[in-house]
């Protein structure tokens, strides 16, 4: 779209005797800012400063992925976090560079927005005294109304339109400019929207095992990670309790994808009594102020443990999915509590007991028995290794509760000692005597509560950017002018390209027509000679109505019939 | 009806390599007589904003029969060239109908059937653009070549058999956000296209005569080039921002998030910024044509990185591609 300069231009300063050498400075870069190459080259470098966070891993998608390049290339990643390679999204460079474009966005809209107004307001302009200069020219019978009647046409087109004397000049496409304004307008909102996100918005993540003894309630305690915008504090989460009372999911059988999911659960709100709701993928669980998205599934075995002096405990640990498609789980049943004695009510650090391995819902036929063969429990089987000892989960460091510390076992204080594979029911009896019994397992959920209270505003402006774009894109700015000629009138030198002016109506009078597209307008020519055609009465009048291209699709933008 | 699908791709492939031949063909035997005749309609969208392209091809030599000949036989094949292109993309939709029946989805699943869609979009607004504008027939040389390459990747690299959608991607916001996304690809794609003509044919116009220029020799006026290359990403702009917004919709349903910057989306913002950057240079009076076409097919790599890159390099939430 060329741009046919939309903005008067503005008078020039008389140059004042000695400028403020700083003012100067600061105004010259203004203008800089907010010229348009400047907002391409932001929007260039913008473009190319997004390309490292989609290359490196990235902390706020993918934790683990960053801990793995720190072993990977410990030499080059610390360099990398200290320029923020590892949260780009969140890094000086980047937020530099969109601030920066957003300033100019701001500093370009607000002059055009102000001009957009005043010409809002304006009439349209007296029209020229040559109009057969104008790109579009035609001369035509004057119809029975005079300028008033050709006024009406175009009004019913819905052109804005001024009568001066003899004269018509009419306007069209304001929707244009009114769109770009918009669209670049919302494009802040989005940005304020975004902003309220993650200043007052907070989200958190935990696995929920089936079952009412392990139901959560929404503190920051309970849970595995949380990120809290800045201005949230633990005290702003909503309460609630949430329990998981049985989840349902299907497979393929051919190949074990997963076809759908479902988990129930009870919400107990507070101040409102506890009620029965299901969500699943796609359809999350509202609740007053956050919403709970399912982000995946996987299964908790349940074993109990009997040590030297009788006492039994029950643990129901969720083993992590390893990943693959028979949701094969690898975790860590521990027992810090076994092998007190009654007696004393001593504990003997060294005879803690742990137990790893991992759970197939569906075993193999024969081994190894190290890959599940489908996701749903046709042939359960834990793939358990003991170790005893000192586990580590005083010495304050913490670790993580679904693997081992594997520094209590290089360092010894941790020592296997056997392994077994145990089906539903089987009890394992290890060398000091001791039992451990596979009861079955839960189901469990892995659950993201969220809070973003930007989001409404954000749908809003999107919306709006959306609407504003195709106003910008699709709608052409143009001017048409008329003036009736007294009669007898000569036309003017250049001749007329309209055929109807070939016979005058004997006496009566003529109209010269012209038009000028103010930006680049492949198909004005077409409409410009309908217009004409409308106006002098002519031709079928079905062809006529609706022949407004305004806004229309653009492949269908007819060229010029000049 | 899997099988069918299969056949009828592989029968689309063959017929655009004979399109793409009778094209060549068209070309190899073109003179400056055909473009003589139809000036009035290759220079359309000179009028009122671009630069004039009227500068006389070639030395148009008083019509000598064989060269005559030769503009009739280059027509001929230049006709043969678009009927075959249509049959192709004919083939080209049995093949998604009859994979969507398969499926019993929408055809759009997996990284094999979402190539195959979007090149099909490509060809079918091709054929619709020279529906309206005749003149621009020599263009489908690259048109069939973009086909015959993407189509024939989807096939032999991409291909995966029917499977159903996994939960994730079991949602209405799938049939929008994905429709859309495929149309406004589509539209990218047969956007390129002239926009690398363009950028060749400048290049000839401005007296260029070194290799990639020659070849534009017997293409339309650059000016028209230019316009169809912006008439086709403004009208696929809106329709893919849209797109990212619907995506934007269904993550937060699905993932809690409306943006997570996930490599896929993130390669979605890069797109569309370079468009808008696209739209931005070529609505400054400043920049130069060319840069901004030069912009148009930055563009497009990264749509073609988002498709093909971030499927097979980067692991995301979006990893469906179907490859292991
Ligand atoms: C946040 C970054 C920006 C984005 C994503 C963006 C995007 C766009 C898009 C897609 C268009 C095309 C619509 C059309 O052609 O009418 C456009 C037009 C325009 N933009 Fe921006 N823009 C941004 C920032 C800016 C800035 C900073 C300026 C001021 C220097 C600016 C000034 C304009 C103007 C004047 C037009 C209208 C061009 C015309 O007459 O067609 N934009 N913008």
Redesign the interface.
């Known amino acids: ?3 046919v300069d939309d903005r008067p231009a503005s008078p020039a300063e008389a140059p004042r005797r000695r400028p403020n050498p700083v003012l100067a400075l600061l105004r010259n870069s203004w203008r800089q800012l907010t010229s ?2 400047t ?2 080259v932001l ?2 470098l ?2 190319v400063a ?2 490292p ?2 290359v490196l891993p ?1 902390r ?3 934790p683990e ?1 960053v801990r793995d390049y720190f072993v990977a290339h410990p030499d080059l990643a610390p360099v990398l976090d200290r320029i923020g390679a590892f949260e ?2 969140g890094s000086v460079w980047f937020s530099a560079i969109y601030l920066l474009l957003f300033t100019s966005l701001i500093g370009c809209i607000t002059p055009r927005l102000r001009d957009h107004v005043r010409a809002l307001r304006a009439k349209p302009p007296v029209a020229p005294k040559r109009l057969d200069r104008l ?1 579009q020219h035609a001369v035509l019978a004057a119809p029975a109304g005079g300028a008033a009647a050709i006024a009406e046409v175009l009004r019913r087109r819905r052109w804005r339109v001024v009568v001066r004397g003899d004269e018509v000049s009419a306007e069209k496409g304001y929707l244009k400019e009114t769109g770009n304004l918009l669209f670049h307008t919302s494009m802040v909102v989005v940005l304020i929207g ?1 902003a309220l996100g993650s200043w007052y918005g907070w ?1 958190g993540n935990r696995l929920l095992v089936a079952g009412a003894e392990n139901a959560f309630c929404n503190t920051q305690q309970q849970y595995a990670e949380t990120k809290f915008g800045p201005r949230v504090s633990s005290a702003d989460l909503p309460g609630f309790c949430l329990r998981l009372d049985d989840f349902e999911a299907e497979f ?1 059988e ?2 074990g ?5 479902n988990a129930k659960v009870t919400v107990d709100e507070e101040g409102r009594g506890p009620r029965p709701a299901e969500f ?5 669980l509202r609740v007053d102020g956050a ?1 709970v ?1 399912l ?1 995946g599934h996987g299964y908790a075995p349940v074993v109990r443990y009997t040590d030297r002096f009788g006492r039994s405990q029950t643990s129901t640990t969720p083993f992590l999915t390893t990943g693959d498609v028979g949701i094969t789980g690898e975790g860590v049943a521990a027992f810090p509590d076994a092998n007190v004695d009654p007696a004393t009510g001593r504990r003997d650090p060294d005879l803690q007991m742990a137990f790893t391995g991992l759970y197939l819902p569906t075993a193999p036929q024969q081994g190894p028995f190290v890959r599940s063969d489908f996701p749903v429990e046709r042939n359960p089987l834990l793939n358990l290794v003991a170790y005893r000892g000192n586990l580590g989960l005083d010495a304050g460091i913490p670790g993580s509760v679904y693997e081992l510390d594997q520094r209590q076992v290089r360092t010894g204080k941790v020592k296997e000692v056997g392994t077994k594979l145990l089906k539903v029911g089987e009890t394992w009896t290890l060398d000091d005597g001791t039992r451990l019994e596979f009861l079955g397992t839960q189901p469990y959920i892995v659950l ?1 509560v ?1 809070y ?1 209270p930007g ?1 409404t505003l ?2 809003v402006s ?1 919306g709006t ?2 609407a504003g ?2 106003g910008s ?2 709608v052409r700015r143009r001017r048409v002018f008329f003036r009736v000629l007294p009669a007898g009138a000569v036309a003017p030198a250049g001749g007329s390209t309209d055929p109807a002016s070939g016979s005058p109506t004997g006496g009566s009078s003529l109209v010269e027509a012209g038009g000028l ?1 103010r930006t ?3 198909g ?2 077409d409409e410009f000679a309908q217009l004409v055609a409308a106006v002098s009465g002519d031709g079928p009048a079905d062809e006529r109505a609706g022949a407004d291209r305004d806004g229309g ?5 007819r ?2 019939a ?1 | 009806m899997s099988a069918l699908s299969d056949q009828l791709v592989s029968f689309a492939i063959l017929a655009y390599l004979v399109a793409m031949i009778s094209h060549a063909v068209e070309y190899a035997l073109g003179n400056a007589r055909a473009q003589v005749a139809t000036p009035a309609r290759e220079l359309v969208g000179a009028g009122v904003g671009g630069a004039g392209g009227s500068l006389p091809a070639e030395p148009a030599v008083a019509g000598t029969t064989a060269a005559g000949r030769s503009g009739h036989r280059a027509r001929l094949a230049g006709r043969i060239a678009v009927g075959v292109t249509a049959l192709a993309a004919l083939l080209h939709f049995g093949a998604l109908v009859t994979r969507g029946i398969a499926a019993d989805r929408m055809p759009w699943g997996n990284m094999y059937e979402f190539v195959l869609t979007v090149s099909f979009i490509g060809v079918a607004a091709w054929l619709v653009v020279l529906w309206r504008k005749p003149s621009l027939r020599r263009l489908g040389l690259f048109l069939t070549l973009v086909m015959v390459l993407l189509v024939a990747t989807a096939e032999l690299v991409l291909y995966v058999p029917v499977v159903p959608l996994v939960p994730a991607l079991n949602s209405y916001w799938f049939v929008i956000h994905v429709s859309t996304v495929v149309f406004s690809s589509g539209i990218f794609l047969l956007g390129v296209v002239p926009a690398v003509a363009y950028l060749m044919r400048a290049g000839y116009e401005r007296g260029r005569r070194s290799f990639p220029y020659t070849l534009a020799k017997r293409l339309p006026a650059a000016a028209a080039l230019e316009r169809l290359t912006f008439v086709l990403h403004a009208f696929a702009f809106p329709i893919f921002t849209f797109a990212v917004i619907a995506g934007a919709i269904w993550a937060e349903a699905a993932w809690g998030r409306p943006w997570g910057w996930d490599p896929k989306e993130t390669w979605s913002f890069i797109s569309w910024v370079i468009y808008a950057g696209y739209l931005h240079a070529r609505a400054t009076p400043s920049v130069r044509r060319n840069v901004a076409t030069w912009l148009a097919v930055v563009g497009f790599c990264t749509m073609l990185m988002n498709l093909f890159g971030v499927n097979i390099f980067f692991e995301g939430l979006h990893s469906y591609g179907g490859l292991d």
Do not use: C, W
């Open positions: 779209m060329t741009v348009m190459r907002a391409l929007l260039f913008l473009a997004a390309i966070g989609s990235q706020g998608v993918n992925d780009a999204f790109p975004v989200s393929l051919s190949n994808q997963p076809k759908f999911f699943s993928v796609n359809s999350p919403n998205y982000l993201s969220r973003d989001s954000l749908l999107a950017l959306l774009l195709m894109l699709f597209p680049d307008h492949p004005f020519a699709d653009p492949a269908g933008a060229e010029g000049e």
